[in-house]
Structures are given as C-alpha cells and as structure tokens.
C-alpha cells in the first residue's frame, strides 16, 4: 500500500505545452479510464522512467558481465584443486574400465 505524503514531502511540477498536445493527452487518460489529466501524465511518466532505469541497469550489468568474462578469458587462472581431483579421478575411471 502506498503512503500518503504529507504537503512537505510533494513537489510541484508545471510545464506549458501546446493546446493541442495538452488535448491529445486529456483524450488519451479518458481513453485509459485515469480520473485526471494529472494522474495520467504521473503514471505514464512515472512507467517510462521506471523503464529507462531499468535498461540503464540492465546495460550496465551486461558491460560488467562483459567483463568479467572477457578478463577470465584473456588471463585464466588455472583448474582450481578441486577440479584437478576431479580430472584425476575421472583418469582412474577411465583407466579402470577399459
């Protein structure tokens, strides 16, 4: 459930726009069932910067995934203990059952 906020805690955001631009978006939040010109353009700007955030966040994940991969590839470690026992019991298995 979202909070109420008090008078303090709201901002007041005004933009002149043109008639006709101001009419296509009265239009639009009757056609999507909004109460208000006011929470239409609210909910829509607040889904679009929810969506941009999220791309941003996803582009910077994928640069730091990037890497992550590209600097394990261009500069291995090496197999790890556990996977040098791995590979000597698999050599035993092999052996073994031949």
Do not use: W
Not at 35 to 54: G, H, S, W
């Amino acid at each position: 459930m979202e909070k109420q906020l008090t008078l303090s805690e709201k901002a007041r955001f005004d933009a002149k726009i043109p008639k006709v631009q101001k009419e296509l978006f009265e239009y639009a939040a009757s056609l999507g069932g909004f109460r208000t010109l006011t929470d239409f353009i609210i909910n829509t700007v607040q889904e679009k910067a929810n969506a941009i955030i999220q791309e941003h966040n996803t582009i910077i994940a994928s640069e730091k995934d990037r890497k992550i991969f590209f600097d394990a590839f261009m500069n291995p470690s090496g197999p790890n203990q556990k996977l040098r026992e791995t590979a000597e019991r698999y050599k035993e298995f092999m052996k073994d059952n031949k």
